[in-house]
């Protein structure tokens, strides 16, 4: 049972859309995280934060920006997209750095 | 900065037999975590096993071992009696104490044969 939610599961858009992928857990945590991931492949850290206001790109260059307004809310934003950003992205969050992560189910985004 | 090697890109393994996924590291910090993570085929990615870095007795999950070599960076998993239903890609990863980051290995792709 999911307690960290992504929306939409699936999403098919044309070339120069911009598109927000949402993420939401219940369960408080502080630090988030949005990962991008194509089929069976390594994850590669594109964004995190570690509380409300904080925000850090990660370790892939990304064109995504993302919003950390509420503690609960985490979501990624492609102000133009395009077909090289066709992936899975998975959005995680957890409690202290000590702790695992709980990940989402994921977006799988393609651009047309 | 980490570094993660997963050096096995695919493995089979017989049902219930056991496999070993290897997995090394490099790793400045002096404290820090490890994860392995399963993800099956279309599903949710989720945690397998937790060893703090610290401890050096082995962390055990049911089925699921680690064998934790600090001074050669090693951090392998053992799964015992293979299920059909731990098909799936596994993931190693480190988390230092002082990093908010998590790195992943490239991963290895399990594939239990009836």
């Known amino acids: 049972e999911a307690d960290i939610y992504q929306t939409p599961r699936y999403l098919v858009i044309g070339t120069g859309k911009k598109i927000t992928l949402e993420c939401s857990q219940t369960m408080g945590h502080d630090k988030m995280y949005w990962y991008q991931q194509d089929p069976g492949m390594e994850l590669h850290l594109i964004h995190y934060s570690y509380g409300v206001n904080s925000t850090e790109k990660g370790d892939l260059s990304s064109e995504s920006t993302v919003s950390r307004i509420r503690t609960e809310h985490f979501p990624l934003t492609l102000e133009s997209a395009r077909p090289s950003h066709t992936s899975q992205y998975l959005c995680?969050?957890?409690?202290?750095?000590?702790?695992?992560?709980?990940f989402g189910n994921g977006t799988r985004l393609t651009v047309t | 900065a980490q570094t993660v090697t997963q050096s096995q890109p695919e493995m089979s393994v017989q049902e219930a037999e056991t496999v070993t996924l290897s997995c090394t590291y490099d790793?400045?910090?002096?404290?820090?975590?490890l994860f392995w993570y399963k993800q099956p085929p279309s599903r949710q990615m989720i945690l397998v096993i937790r060893?703090?870095?610290?401890?050096?007795q082995n962390a055990t999950e049911n089925r699921f071992s680690v064998n934790f070599q600090k001074a050669a960076k090693s951090f392998s998993l053992k799964i015992s009696d293979s299920q059909l239903g731990d098909t799936a890609m596994y993931f190693c990863?480190?988390?230092?104490?002082?990093?908010?980051?998590?790195?992943f290995g490239k991963g290895t792709k399990l594939s239990v044969i009836p």
């Open positions: 995680a969050s957890r409690p202290r750095i000590d702790s695992p992560l709980h």
């Open positions: 990863a480190p988390s230092g104490a002082g990093s908010y980051q998590l790195t």
């Open positions: 790793t400045s910090e002096s404290n820090y975590y």
């Open positions: 060893q703090e870095a610290y401890k050096q």
